[in-house]
Structure formats: structure tokens, C-alpha cells
């Protein structure tokens, strides 16, 4: 635990100390759960964004893209449920006074339970060694099964409980594990409350005139108020898709995890409209789909699973996480939801408008069902960030930081160094970096000594360093050096574009899809 710490640390002050992430208005001593994304944070946000949105919108002819507002008419959050479900259970430790998510506690509990199998699993693997079957193991264990049906049943109790408003049991629950405050060890707990996470604000000048409004806690109503609109059109046919990526607010009861959970972040989802009755099919493609384009990146296949939801929303008949394993463990990254007609059924009673589509196929109007992807484009950073900073020691026994960010995701794809500050060498690098910067966000850096100026380019995820030289101005080939291998080429001037290219392409990088 003390080394899942110890690298969430680094992976904080890292983001600040190059400039990825600030805490929000820091001078003020900063505001809780609210962070800004400072020069290469801002790049990196960027790159991710892009990223998804041409493999979801550019790369998909019946996905259109929407940029809806962050405010909306108040009925919006009324027909979606969220005045009155959108609720997190709590709970007060009352000599702490620290405020938990109940459901939170509840999981890490059964995450606990997890540690206990993997760490069954590694001690099996020594003593067996070469012979280790590990499925086997995993399968037929006496210990790891109770590990895992003691699991399986503390959360299928809670997703119960909450499904029926049960709070009573789920303090219970919480009692008969004899769940502690995770700080002091107390187990000294008050009542479980619903505790509502929409902002509200008001809209207009004066006390009369003016509305009471909420904060969007989710970008997918924007969406589904626009269904008519865009289908209408855009001519779209069945099954179409809208996505956009956009700001929401939600004010989270914990929020002490950097960016994996703010009070202000960016989501960025699909909503796909089908056919009734053909959602779980699409369901089960749009799962495999995102898997396939976080899988894209090259993060490590073992780092990502999926949780099917016991516990399901008012609006899905069906539901998965794809977890990723953060430094503090396997957690939520992306959502997969089979949202049913919630939405737009509701939309159409609560505005007494049309929300139909006639389907010319079948020549018949229904509403359609809705397949919906909802990644967090700030935990989406948090996973690239968190998994790619490394350390490593190097063969003349000192260590480096290399922050191995996937090529087409990195800020600066290439620095150009001059080797000294003096013999015309800045004034070709100078020419070089003009040149390659209409292709390519680059940089160029000619303080301190060039091996210092390598490690704070791989410490920023910088893929190439192209060093100008005095065999530069003989014969205009210049040093590139790859950030992961350090390996060192002379190549052409003009064959640096077609280098760099070669690996930050976006095509090159979905294509693995
Ligand atoms: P959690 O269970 O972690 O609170 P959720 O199930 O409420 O998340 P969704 O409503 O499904 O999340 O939102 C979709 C995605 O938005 C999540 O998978 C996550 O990546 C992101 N997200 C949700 N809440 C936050 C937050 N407070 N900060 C950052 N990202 C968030």
C-alpha cells in the first residue's frame, strides 16, 4: 500500500513540477477537487481529445458531433431523474468527522478481498513455479473462490439495497464487516444519507425575473434534448450515433484522488440510437469497440477489465465499467450503459414534444433505445499520465524519468537542441523547428548541457530530440534520439518530417484498433 501511495505521489508532483496539472487558484490555497491543466497538461488534454473524437466521429459515417450548453432549461434534469436520483449514499464517521461514500467504502472493502486473491495467486506461482497453472489456480482454490463469493455477495447485497432505497441495510452492511474509518480506525458511524451532487445556480438579473438553474452533471442530456434536431437535420438513419465532449459538474461528497474525481471535469460520449429490442447486441459491440481503442494506445492489455454493474441505474437495462488499474488500483475509467428509451420517453412526456423516428424499414414510429459511451476525458489523462511516468535505472547505474507517453498523445513531439549556443548552430536548429512546426507541436531548447536537456524532454514524454552539430553544417544531417530506447541516428534535415510523422500519426495509431 505504502508503494501504491509512494507512486501516486510522484505521479502528482510530477504533473506539477512540469507543468501538466495545477491545483485550481493554488494561491488562494487552492479549491477542493478543482484542478487546471497548465502548458503540457493543456497538450496532452488535447491530443486525448482529438484522439477520441476522430476514432468516434471521423472514423464513423453515422456519428455526427454535438457541442451542446453547459446550462439547460431546469425540466432537462427534472425528466432525466436527476433532482430526484441523482444521489450518492453517505456517511459521517462521527469521531473522525471525515464524510465517506458508502457505496465507496463498501468497494474497497471487496477491492481488499481482491488483493487477498492476487496475493494468493503469487505465492501459489512461487511455490509451483514453471508447472503453475494460474486459471486452474484461480478456479480451484478453496481460499481464492471464498475470496471472490464473499465478494461477489457483499456487493449484489449492496446493489440491492441502494436499488431499493434500502439505507438501513446498507449501514447494516457496513457494520457486519466492521468496515473503520479509513484514517482513524473508528467504527463509530452515523446514518447513511442521499445526498443530491447537482450545482445550482441562477439564471437573470432580478429576484422575480430569474430561473433557478443546475450545473449539467452529465453531457448526455444535451444530446437527447437535441435528438430531433440533429435526426431531422442530418437526415441521420437508424442506428446513428451523436457524440460530444464537454464539461460537467457533479459537487462529489470524497474527492481526494487529483484528477480521478473533481467537482469540474470533461466528459466525453456517444449516445448511439437503435432499433428497440437490437440494444443488447450494440451493447456488446460498443463494450468491445472502447476496449479495442484504449487497448489502441499501448498502455498494457493487463491493465484494463471489465465490471459488469449489478447495481443498475434507473435508465439502463444493462451496464459495464472498463477499470483501469491507477496507481491506488482497478477503478472505474469508462462507462458502457444500455440506457433503454429512459431518456427520450421522458423528454417526450415532460415537453409534451415529439421525440420519434420513423423507421422506413420497418415503416413504423418508435422511440429509439440508446446505447451510451461516457469516458472521463481528466481520468482518461490520469491513466495515460499514471502508467506511462517511469523510472529506470540506466546501464551506467544512474536512474532516469521517462514519462513514455504514446507518440500521438505526447505534448512536444520533437525538441530541437543546438549542441552550443554559438557557430550558426542555433540559427539552422531555429530553421529547423520553423519548418517542422506546421506539421507538428515542437520545441526548441538551448539551456544548460545536452544531456540535461534530453532528460527534461523525456521527462515531459517528448518521443524525439533532434540535436544540431558542427557535422550539421558540413553535410545537414543532425542526431535523432528516440525518447524510450535513447538509441541515437544521423538522419537527413529533410527526412525528419517523414520520421516523426511515422510515429505520431493518428492513423497509424488507430489502425491497431
Ligand atoms: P463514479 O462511480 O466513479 O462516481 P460514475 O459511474 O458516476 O463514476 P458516470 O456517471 O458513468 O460515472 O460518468 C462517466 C464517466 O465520467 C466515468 O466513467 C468517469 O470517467 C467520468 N467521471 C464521472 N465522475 C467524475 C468525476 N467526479 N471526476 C472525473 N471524472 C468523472
Redesign the pocket.
Known amino acids: 500500500m505504502a508503494n501504491q501511495d509512494d507512486q501516486f505521489k510522484k505521479v502528482v508532483s510530477h504533473a506539477k513540477e512540469y507543468g501538466f496539472v495545477f491545483q485550481s487558484s493554488e494561491i488562494y490555497d487552492g479549491l477542493s477537487a478543482v484542478y487546471d491543466y497548465a502548458q503540457n497538461g493543456v497538450e496532452l488534454k488535447k491530443n486525448i481529445r482529438e484522439y477520441w473524437w476522430k476514432a468516434m466521429v471521423q472514423m464513423h459515417e453515422n456519428i455526427v458531433g454535438l457541442d451542446a450548453s453547459i446550462f439547460m432549461h431546469p425540466t432537462t434534469w427534472k425528466a432525466s431523474g436527476h433532482v430526484d436520483a441523482f444521489n450518492d449514499p453517505l456517511i459521517d464517521n462521527k469521531d473522525s468527522k471525515k464524510r465517506y461514500r458508502a457505496d465507496v467504502l463498501i468497494e474497497d472493502y471487496v477491492a481488499k478481498l481482491d488483493d487477498k486473491i492476487e496475493k494468493e495467486l503469487v505465492k501459489a506461482a512461487k511455490r509451483f513455479g514453471d508447472s503453475f497453472d494460474s486459471v486452474q489456480f484461480l478456479a480451484t482454490n478453496p481460499r481464492v473462490i471464498g475470496y471472490k463469493e464473499k465478494g461477489e455477495a457483499i456487493l449484489k447485497r449492496m446493489g440491492k439495497s441502494l436499488g431499493e432505497e434500502n439505507l438501513t441495510d446498507v449501514k447494516a452492511l457496513i457494520e457486519e464487516l466492521e468496515i473503520a474509518c479509513p484514517l482513524t480506525g473508528s467504527r463509530n458511524w452515523t446514518e447513511v444519507k442521499q445526498f443530491n451532487l447537482m450545482f445550482g445556480t441562477k439564471i437573470g438579473a432580478s429576484a422575480d425575473t430569474s430561473m433557478d438553474l443546475y450545473l449539467r452533471p452529465?453531457t448526455a442530456q444535451g444530446i437527447f434534448v437535441n435528438f430531433s434536431n440533429v435526426q431531422k437535420s442530418g437526415r441521420m438513419k437508424i442506428p446513428f450515433g451523436i457524440a460530444q465532449t464537454g464539461k460537467a459538474f457533479?459537487n462529489?461528497i470524497v474527492a481526494r484522488q487529483f484528477?480521478?474525481?473533481?467537482r469540474e471535469?470533461e466528459?466525453m460520449e456517444l449516445q448511439f440510437f437503435v432499433r428497440p429490442g437490437t440494444q443488447k447486441e450494440w451493447y456488446e459491440k460498443w463494450k468491445q469497440t472502447r476496449l479495442k481503442w484504449h487497448l489502441s494506445l499501448g498502455l498494457g492489455k493487463e491493465n484494463y477489465r471489465f465490471h459488469d454493474h449489478d447495481k443498475l441505474a434507473h435508465y439502463a437495462d444493462a451496464a459495464a465499467?472498463i477499470e483501469f488499474k491507477f496507481p491506488f488500483g482497478f477503478k472505474?475509467?469508462?462507462?458502457i450503459h444500455s440506457r433503454t428509451d429512459f431518456d427520450l420517453a421522458s423528454h417526450e412526456k415532460f415537453s409534451g414534444k415529439k421525440l420519434q423516428y420513423f423507421d422506413p424499414e420497418l415503416n413504423e414510429h418508435y422511440i429509439p433505445y440508446v446505447v451510451e459511451t461516457?469516458?472521463?476525458l481528466?481520468?482518461m489523462f490520469l491513466a495515460v499520465f499514471s502508467n506511462s511516468l517511469q523510472e529506470e535505472e540506466l546501464e551506467n547505474g544512474t536512474m532516469r524519468t521517462v514519462l513514455r507517453l504514446p507518440a500521438v498523445l505526447a505534448p512536444t513531439k520533437a525538441a530541437i537542441l543546438p549542441l552550443l549556443k554559438k557557430d550558426g548552430l542555433p540559427e539552422i536548429a531555429r530553421k529547423i523547428m520553423e519548418d517542422l512546426k506546421w506539421d507538428f507541436n515542437v520545441d526548441y531548447d538551448e539551456k544548460d548541457a545536452v544531456g540535461r536537456r534530453y532528460r527534461r524532454q523525456d521527462a515531459v514524454g517528448t518521443p524525439f530530440c533532434i540535436t544540431v552539430d558542427h557535422e550539421t553544417l558540413a553535410d545537414d544531417t543532425v542526431t535523432i534520439r528516440y525518447r524510450d530506447t535513447m538509441a541515437q541516428k544521423r538522419v537527413k534535415i529533410s527526412e525528419l518530417g517523414d520520421i516523426i510523422r511515422e510515429e505520431v500519426d493518428v492513423k497509424k495509431w488507430l489502425m491497431k484498433m
Open positions: 452529465e457533479r462529489e484528477i480521478f474525481r473533481m471535469f466528459q465499467d472505474e475509467l469508462e462507462g461516457s469516458l472521463g481528466d481520468r
